[in-house]
């Protein structure tokens, strides 16, 4: 993959993750500590960040780095979203999973009770 091809997904993940916050380039440079020229050059494709940079990006969308360069229909898929629940509850600590169990069980409960009724 070229840095251009990196840079133009990189451009357009920043710009959406910020947009579905609603922040503009100015509140969003406020979360990451940078200037809000920073984050235009970013998004505009004239400045690709730093590993850090990327890494403080990730962090402040709650994602891993690698998150940022994929693209929305892996985001989206079934198979994506199931590794990322399981990689969640791997990580997680024996408190955590108290209180997912309950709350993923009812979520299985009421679907299978929803698949039965139609």
Known sequence: MSIAKVSNILASRIRTLRN???WTQSRFAL?????PTYISRIESCK?????????RIAEVFELEAY???L?????VSPDYKKNKI???LKESSPSNINIYFPLINALHKERKRNRKQK
């Open 31 to 35: 979360e990451i500590n940078v200037h």
């Open 71 to 75: 693209d929305d229909k892996k985001l």
């Open 86 to 88: 399981i990689n969640i």
């Open 20 to 22: 579905s916050r609603g």
């Open 47 to 55: 400045k690709l960040p730093t590993l850090y940079m990327i890494s």
């Open 67 to 69: 998150e940022l360069l």
